[in-house]
Structures are given as structure tokens and as C-alpha cells.
């Protein structure tokens, strides 16, 4: 059961007193370690007063208090007489872009949900390079953070830096870094950091890099603790909830023919709704006519939805037409620089996509190639039988590309059809 932040969380008085009690002092003995007055200190138990900072931090010293303990305790001092939210307290920031995540409302929703209900504790969102999983981790921090009011601790490369030493959080952060990155923590103190409050964990790429050290003994023995991971493949741990994001919806088939008749319906789909925002920043004022329409529509089904290329495109209108855009296939296509890197530092949208088909294991990565010979979706015993190899190598082979987002699944009633996504076969290619 999840309990509202303010009701697990004491108010400082209330916090104070039963610090005091559980060390087994008693109002005098605590005034004479601390050099506080008695008076003082029961003006503060009874909330009539609000302590100052170096009141606080002599309570903290005479109380004995250190790590997450102290910190929470001085945080709650300084926050008046009143219930300090867990979440008000300073923490590192979620990764927040300028512009508006689109499309995602449902998975976002879905992973509030789950984590927010204890359904779940850990979600491991997989996907391909560029479908942006780090956009839809930090919105779902963000919620959980603004409706439960749990802290956020961010671990990921070049996401965000450490907590600085006087954040409330700065220890603990540092402590799971050093643990889950390289081991180099005992899991066993972090545990005792944690104790039973709640807070939300978001592991940002760190699975690709490495093998993240004991999160499952945080998940064992921290009940409050909620963990989200993101990597290229998913991430394997007892009670995770795996979730492989796709790229956004695209128009369907007969798009081209109906779409430029129906703009407020062609609009409405997430892939060209994200194209048109992104064109509207690279010429203020654009909006999405009938003459462009049939273009925009072949260019996010060329491009699979896949948000980063998207949004590499709509950059690319700044020296190019949107029509002249959508007739460059798709290897050209992975050639466009990629929107939002730093000034002077190279990269492609298919820079990503062809690194992480070099990281997948042998097997899976034949099975790529071999499944790229193929202009249709097969299902996975036509791709046995078609390519002669056992079930199991092909039903493991095809769990890894799905799960990585190198292979897209079709669920039907009947059956599951696979096909590779444009910018994949382009990438082989």
C-alpha cells in the first residue's frame, strides 16, 4: 500500500521529540550536550517556535545523527513547525528538455501507474537508440515527484552531476552512484541510508555500460524505493517489469492518399504532430498545409516515428523543402546530422543505430542480417523454417532485436508478425 508523503513524514517538533526519546534523553540531558536551554528545547517540541540553522545542527550533533538521517532531520528543521513533503527537499533535478514530450502520454501514464500503485517497483524501458527513453523516464520522475512527492535520485552518463554537499540527498546519491556503477559501497549501508523512505531511483543508461551492483537488494530491503532503468536492451532483474518503447505512431498505409483531405486528423498523429512542432521551431509560424501534407506523411514512415530522426529532419528544413526531405531514402536519411549535440561535436542518427547493432551478441545479430534479406514481415516460425534453424535460437535471437527495438512485432489474433524498421535495414545496409 502507498501512503501520501505528508503522512510518513513528521513535522520537526514531532520529529525532534522522537529522535530525543529514541537516544534515551531526556529535555535536560539533550539541553546539556547541545548547549541549548531546556526552555528551548521544549519551545521546539511543542511547536511554538522554529529552530535556526546552527540549532538545528547542534540538535544534529548532540543527537548523534549522520548520513540520510542528519540530513532529513536538518531539512525538516529548517522547514518550520509544519510536515516537510519528502519531495520539497533539495534533490538532484530531473533531466528536463525545453520542449513539450509528445506523444507519450500513454506509456507515461502506464509507468505512473504501475510504480505509483506498487504493482510494480522496477521498470526496465528498452528501445532503440534514439526512441527516446531518457524523455519518457524523466516525465515519469517528474509526475511520481510531483504527485507523491518522492525525492528522484538520477544516475546516468552525462545526465546530471552529483548532488552537491548541501543537498539533502548529495550522501545518498553519491553512495548509490559509487554502488551501483562499480561496487564500491556496501550495499548493506546504503540499505541503512535508505531505511523505509520512499524514493525513486532512475538508472539512465547505466545497464549499457555496465552491470549495475545491488539493486535488487535495494528492491529487497528498501520497501520504498522504486527503481526505473533505461538501456538499449532490457534489463534482466527477479520482478522487473520489462517495457520495450516503440517509436511514435506513424499514418497508416493509405495515409498519402487521405491525409492531405483530413489535416486535423493527420495532425492528431503522434509522428507528424512531433515533425510539425519541431518545423514550427525551425520556421516560426509554419503550419502544415495540403501541398506539404503527402510529404510529411512519407517522411514519418520513412523515418518509422523514431523521435530523434524526426526531430533531425525538421532541423534539416532550415537548408532543406519538406518534399525534398521525404524523397531521400532512408540511407541518406541516417546521414543527417543529429539535432540538439553540441557545437563542433560530429554525430548522425545512424551513428547510434549502427553502434548498437555492432554491441548485439553473434547470434542475434545473423539473425539480423539474415532477416534483412526479407522485404516482407514473417512470423517467427516462417523466419525458422525460411532461414533453417532451430525454434530456440530463433525465438531467443528474436527476443534480444525486439527487445533492443531492432525488430518491431506485430500482435495479432492469430499471430505475431516481424518486420524491420526502414532506419534498420538502412543501417545493415
Not at 79 to 91: M, T
Not at 104 to 132: F, Q, T
Request: with cysteine; proline share 7%; hydrophobic share 45%.
Amino acid at each position: 500500500m502507498v501512503h501520501s508523503a505528508e503522512a510518513e513524514t513528521p513535522s520537526f517538533p514531532e520529529l525532534l521529540r522522537f529522535k530525543r526519546v529514541q537516544a534515551g534523553l531526556t529535555q535536560r540531558t539533550l539541553a546539556d550536550l547541545s548547549t541549548i536551554s531546556p526552555r528551548t528545547i521544549r519551545a521546539l517540541e511543542s511547536g511554538r517556535v522554529n529552530a535556526r540553522m546552527q540549532t538545528v545542527r547542534l540538535l544534529a550533533d548532540a543527537l548523534g545523527l549522520d548520513g540520510l538521517a542528519r540530513e532529513l532531520f536538518v531539512t525538516a528543521g529548517l522547514g518550520g513547525g509544519g510536515p516537510v513533503p519528502v519531495g520539497a527537499e533539495p534533490c538532484p533535478a530531473v533531466p528536463r528538455s525545453v520542449n513539450a514530450l509528445l506523444g507519450r502520454d500513454v506509456e507515461v501514464r502506464s509507468m505512473v501507474s504501475a510504480l505509483e500503485s506498487d504493482h510494480r517497483r522496477m521498470i526496465s524501458l528498452s528501445g532503440l537508440a534514439g526512441v527516446g527513453k531518457s524523455r519518457v523516464a524523466a516525465e515519469t520522475a517528474a509526475r511520481l515527484s510531483s504527485r507523491r512527492g518522492w525525492p528522484v535520485l538520477w544516475i546516468g552518463s552525462g545526465t546530471t552531476a552529483p548532488a552537491g554537499p548541501g543537498t539533502a540527498f548529495g550522501p545518498l546519491l553519491r553512495s548509490l552512484r559509487l554502488l551501483v556503477e562499480s561496487g564500491a559501497q556496501d550495499v548493506s549501508a546504503v540499505c541503512r541510508l535508505i531505511g523505509r523512505h520512499e524514493l525513486l531511483l532512475v538508472l539512465d543508461g547505466v545497464a549499457d555500460a555496465r552491470d549495475p551492483v545491488g539493486v535488487e537488494e535495494l528492491l529487497a530491503y528498501c520497501p520504498g524505493v522504486r527503481v526505473v532503468s533505461t538501456s538499449r536492451a532490457p534489463w534482466t532483474v527477479a520482478g522487473v517489469q520489462g517495457t520495450v518503447l516503440a517509436p511514435l505512431a506513424v499514418p497508416g498505409p493509405d495515409g498519402e492518399r487521405t491525409g492531405a483531405g483530413s489535416l486535423d486528423v493527420l495532425t492528431a498523429v503522434p509522428s507528424v504532430r512531433l515533425l510539425v512542432d519541431r518545423l514550427a521551431e525551425v520556421r516560426p509560424g509554419f503550419v502544415l498545409g495540403r501541398a506539404d501534407a503527402v510529404a510529411a506523411v512519407r517522411l514519418c514512415r520513412t523515418l518509422d516515428g523514431l523521435p530523434a530522426a524526426l526531430e533531425a529532419a525538421a532541423a534539416g528544413c532550415g537548408v532543406l523543402s519538406l518534399r525534398r526531405l521525404a524523397d531521400m531514402p532512408a540511407a541518406e536519411l541516417l546521414e543527417l546530422p543529429a539535432a540538439g549535440r553540441p557545437v563542433g561535436v560530429p554525430g548522425t542518427i545512424g551513428c547510434p543505430i549502427r553502434s548498437g547493432v555492432e554491441r548485439l551478441d553473434p547470434v542475434p545479430r545473423k539473425l539480423l542480417g539474415e532477416l534483412a534479406g526479407f522485404e516482407t514481415a514473417l512470423t517467427a516460425c516462417e523466419a525458422a523454417e525460411t532461414l533453417r534453424l532451430p525454434m530456440n535460437q530463433v525465438v531467443g535471437g528474436l527476443g534480444a532485436l525486439t527487445g533492443g527495438g531492432f525488430v518491431r512485432a506485430a500482435h495479432g489474433e492469430a499471430e505475431t508478425r516481424l518486420h524491420l524498421p526502414n532506419l534498420v535495414r538502412a543501417a545493415l545496409g
